[in-house]
């Protein structure tokens, strides 16, 4: 069971005693700003996906990423998955899927190098 929630230190605790299996950190908030606010975004997103790791929950992230917002997003190390289907099947109208899921998948490969 997965649960779409804030990144909020309560909303962690309460999925993890719900006994979840993981968590969808929600990150419209970090999409819909910029500047010293997407920062302060995107550091509590990592802090939100560190917790819920400790908390023995899997730390899923998505909403509003897009090809040009997803690499810092990416390139928290404690999120195992990126839900990002709707911007890639927008651009996929354009440029065909398989050209799509390339471009994407090469962002995420240059912020999550194995």
Known sequence: TSLFIDP???AIHVSADLGADAVELHTGEFANTDGAARTEQLTRLADAAAL????????HAGHGLTYENVAPVAAIT?????????SIISRAVFVGLERAVREMAH???RERPS
Do not use: F, K, P
């Not at 404690?78 to 709707?86: A, F, Q, R, S, V």
């Open 8 to 10: 909020d230190e309560a």
């Open 52 to 59: 819920a790791r400790s908390c023995g929950l899997a730390a």
């Open 78 to 86: 404690e999120l195992e998955e990126l839900n990002i289907g709707h």
């Open 107 to 109: 962002i995420l490969r």
